[in-house]
């Protein structure tokens, strides 16, 4: 059975950091992509940036250069780390296997102006 936990959610200042975690259990880890997304209250979930199971990472225009997306696979986690956080950065911050219906319960980012 597939889990993922997300953990690291806060509040924090505009301009602060924060580093998202999402730990992955019955899984063969090292085979999978995963992407995090976020969803707004009132606003659709988006997309937010993903990792291949090679390392290779890809961002949303709206966080290139502010987010890193990283992975560990001896820990079978993966990592979101957010700088220069701007108040539309809150939202739920959700971790997903891929493209797959396997997704994290989320965790709550809110930035404060």
């Known amino acids: 059975q597939v889990q993922l936990q997300e953990s690291g959610g806060g509040l924090v200042q505009a301009g602060g950091s924060l580093r998202l975690s999402c730990a992955a259990s019955?899984?063969?880890?090292?085979?999978?992509?995963f992407n995090w997304y976020r969803q707004a209250p009132g606003k659709e979930r988006e997309w937010v940036a993903g990792?291949?199971?090679?390392?290779?990472?890809k961002y949303a225009d709206s966080v290139l250069g502010r987010f890193s997306i990283s992975r560990v696979n001896a820990k079978k986690t993966v990592y979101l780390q957010m700088n220069n956080l701007k108040p539309e950065d809150t939202a739920v911050y959700y971790c997903?296997?891929?493209?797959?219906?396997?997704w994290g319960q989320g965790t709550q980012v809110t930035v404060s102006s």
């Open positions: 019955g899984i063969i880890f090292i085979n999978y992509n």
């Open positions: 997903r296997v891929g493209t797959s219906e396997k």
């Open positions: 990792i291949l199971s090679g390392g290779g990472t």
